[in-house]
């Protein structure tokens, strides 16, 4: 990456998170801070709370396709993070996989699409993308594995996404992760500052909309120890939801004991209903997201879509469950 003049295009997954936003941005300040120009293509837009991370040469594709297809093809290098599958970019896919540039995957899921890119850093065990990122940085040369030779801008947006991919620490962590944690606040991040701006900086309707899904939708199967809420686009204007105010509602039926599995279904204007699964370990969401839920992910964090109206997708979920559990090797064992 020493040539001045390249012209490098980041991309990530559609509903971009604090993992997709933080990985794009955080390996952004860094080629700036080498000289180069890049440039970040978004699918779709952010949540409000990721905002204060987006770089000056943006580009939201689904408003405006044009410049986000010439970003795409009229680069030297693409790079895509955060994603395992280039369908999983949305409006992005055609030209993504038009494009002549040199292609770059650096991700965390399982099961990369290997064919679509010339080179792949994939490790399924980190617990962000970020993560991942940080510690590809740090083997640069300039970089020499310190963490005060990479920009505090960098330092910020990686440290976004692990919080946000880890739940805060409560999940998918390694002795890494921390070791990560420990070499940013030493840097002088602020994890208090970066979690009020990710946690405590929300609109009231979010607290209302919590507790209107939690009480008036949300339905329980107790036999299969699985909760599930959906979120109907009449309901999203009843509360005037702006994309991303629902983030970790999905996470809250776990709370119980009963409960191994969650679900979260939210319509959409485009003729699908967005599935968000979580699973306790022993109960793997990502192989349900497969079989039943048209997509993937982690192991306890997975989704996918269903091409359903929102009436019919509670009697969907639960003969899905039923059928998947039916299957030997997917028989909970949760601890
Ligand atoms: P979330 O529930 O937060 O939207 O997604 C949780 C995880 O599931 C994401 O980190 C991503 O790995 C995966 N995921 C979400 N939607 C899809 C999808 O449509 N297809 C696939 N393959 N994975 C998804
Ligand atoms: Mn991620």
């Known amino acids: 990456m020493k040539e001045q003049n390249l012209r490098i295009t980041l991309l990530t997954h559609t509903h971009p998170d604090g993992d997709a936003v933080g990985s794009t941005t955080g390996l952004y300040h860094y080629l700036e801070h080498l000289g180069h120009r890049p440039t970040l293509v978004l699918p779709d837009a952010c949540p409000e709370n990721l905002q204060h991370l987006l770089p000056e040469r943006l580009c939201i594709h689904n408003q405006d396709p044009e410049q986000g297809d010439a970003l795409l093809e ?7 993070l955060d994603f395992n599958q280039l369908k999983r970019s949305g409006s992005a896919e055609a030209a993504a996989t038009r494009s002549q540039a040199k292609k770059i995957l650096v991700d965390h899921h399982i099961n990369p699409e290997r064919t679509a890119f010339e080179e792949v850093y994939s490790e399924p065990v980190r617990s962000s993308t970020c993560e991942l990122v940080y510690y590809l940085l740090l083997q640069q040369p300039d970089v020499n594995g310190k ?3 990479l920009p505090f801008q960098t330092l910020y947006s990686l440290t976004t996404g692990l919080l946000t991919d880890t739940n805060n620490f409560n999940n998918s962590t390694t002795p890494a992760t921390f070791r990560m944690a420990a070499d940013v606040c030493e840097q002088g991040i602020d994890l208090d500052e970066i979690t009020g701006r990710l946690y405590r900086s929300s609109r009231p309707n979010r607290l209302d909309l919590m507790g209107y899904l ?12 699985a909760e599930i809420m959906t979120f109907s ?4 204007k009843k509360f005037d939801y702006l994309s991303g105010e629902s983030e970790g509602f999905v996470n809250l039926p776990l709370q119980t004991k009963q409960v191994h599995l969650s679900g979260l279904f939210t319509e959409t204007t485009e003729g699908y209903v967005r599935v968000s699964l979580r699973s306790k370990r022993g109960f793997s969401a990502n192989r349900l997201a497969q079989q039943y839920f048209n997509g993937g992910g982690h192991e306890n964090a997975a989704g996918g879509r269903l091409y359903l109206p929102i009436q019919e997708v509670p009697a969907y979920f639960e003969n899905a469950v039923r059928a998947f559990m039916e299957q030997s090797e997917n028989r909970a064992q949760v601890l």
């Open 147 to 149: 963490a005060q030779n």
């Open 214 to 225: 939690l009480n008036e939708r949300r339905l329980r199967f107790p036999e299969l120890g």
């Open 74 to 80: 009229n680069c030297d290098l693409l790079v895509c």
């Open 233 to 236: 686009l009449a309901d999203q």
